[in-house]
């Protein structure tokens, strides 16, 4: 009993956290505060036109279609508000053709309509708006009003409901998408450094196959990072499109070149590379374990300078033209952190110098893991230099231009 009141206890404190967040600070859970807040008014407005003011015998249909278009983009309501009609008028139409044929014997028109409804609910064209067929050829069915009056009511409610609903979610605070974006675009940057600074340290210590496993999985879930990143980037354009609050705005949000994505994607690759060589060096076969103790010390260095270009990257350097006019001395701490990161590229690149050359030093054995780990760090030395450089090919202004377009 005791564990059922913590978990009963848990989840009060989690829902009351998410609400002081939602008042306190910008982030997904005021999002979804405004948009359900947005969704309840577009259903009183649609009910406050069709039930109250108009009086329309179907009014019911106009609140109930409005609540689920308030989507969480303007081109997603739109979007949605198509699929709706098509589903609505695709259930109404079959349950009056049902009733028809049955002579108004509801039990077996359910019988004939419901399952051919249920089953075009799953019509990839319709979208999550496909389970609203069955639900609209139900009303009719319920009802038995199939006339054709019956029939206009419901078109032009639901047609109300939608209107009413896309207004609503275009005019008040009409969402954009892009925190997810920038959070996931420094967040990449920051676990690239971690990670290798944590791989600099055990290479300098000594690891065994466990922590070099630990170390791959870690550099897999940089991988998943950007795919993430992707996924908030295609939800940003969204939420632009058919978007009119975007013109209304003083300012944009900062956002990273799209380039960036293929940028990140060759570098997460590279660390995933690297490191899997390193596992391999730890699983006790000669032909892979034998790497120069001079080897490991300067890969030490390369790996830790390597977490240096990416601990100080920083996309709105690529940016500090347009950040100087909003942020006095923006431009002078990109130009600051520009530095830095080349700095750390050029520690990184001596150092593989010295790696490379021991592959033609006689003193030491030339094994497949040398070859290995210098041909890996040099391909990551090679994409951190665009990182460095602060700009991939591309450039922020095509992300912009994008965005107008």
């Excluded at 978990?7 to 829902?15: C, F, N, Y």
């Excluded at 008042?23 to 577009?42: F, I, M, N, W, Y």
């Excluded at 939608?162 to 920038?182: C, E, M, S, T, Y």
């Amino acid at each position: 009993m005791s564990r059922i009141w913590r978990a009963v206890a848990w989840d009060v404190q989690a829902v009351w956290n998410s609400a002081r967040r939602a008042v306190t600070a910008p982030g997904p859970e005021r999002d979804t505060t405004v948009q359900s807040l947005k969704a309840a008014g577009a259903g009183v407005l649609a009910w406050a036109l069709a039930g109250w003011w108009w009086s329309a015998p179907m009014a019911l249909l106009a609140p109930w279609t409005a609540l689920f278009i308030v989507q969480s983009t303007v081109y997603r309501s739109v979007h949605s508000a198509l699929q709706q009609f098509a589903v609505v008028v695709t259930g109404t139409l079959l349950a009056a053709g049902g009733s028809m044929l049955t002579g108004n014997n509801s039990l077996a028109a359910m019988a004939i309509v419901l399952p051919a409804t249920v089953l075009l609910s799953g019509y990839a064209r319709f979208g999550t708006q496909g389970v609203y067929a069955p639900t609209a050829a139900l009303f009719v069915l319920a009802y038995g009003t199939y006339t054709p009056l019956d029939i206009v009511h419901r078109l032009f409610e639901t047609v109300l409901g939608a209107v009413i609903g896309i207004v609503v979610n275009a005019a008040v605070l009409p969402p954009v998408h892009g925190r997810d974006v920038r959070h996931l675009r420094a967040r990449l940057a920051q676990e690239s450094a971690d990670l290798l600074y944590a791989v600099a340290d055990g290479v300098e210590e000594g690891f065994d196959k466990e922590r070099a496993a630990t170390w791959h999985d870690r550099a897999q879930r940089l991988t998943d990072l950007v795919t993430d990143l992707r996924t908030a980037r295609r939800w940003s354009h969204e939420s632009y499109r058919l978007n009119p609050g975007r013109k209304l705005r003083r300012s944009e949000p900062l956002l990273p070149s799209s380039d960036w994505d293929f940028a990140w994607d060759r570098i997460t690759d590279q660390i995933r590379q690297t490191l899997r060589t390193l596992a391999e060096t730890s699983q006790g076969r000669p032909a892979l374990t034998d790497v120069p103790d001079e080897a490991r010390e300067i890969g030490t260095e390369l790996l830790r300078a390597a977490g240096d270009v990416c601990a100080q990257d920083d996309y709105a350097g690529a940016l500090a033209v347009r950040e100087s006019a909003r942020v006095p001395g923006a431009a002078a701490g990109c130009a600051d952190r520009a530095a830095d990161r080349h700095a750390a590229l050029h520690r990184a690149q001596e150092a593989h110098g010295r790696l490379a050359r021991l592959l033609t030093d006689g003193r030491h054995q030339v094994t497949p893991a040398l070859g290995a780990l210098t041909a890996d760090t040099q391909r990551l030395l090679g994409d951190l230099a665009v990182v460095a450089d602060g700009r991939p090919s591309g450039g922020a202004e095509d992300e912009e231009s994008r965005q107008e377009n």
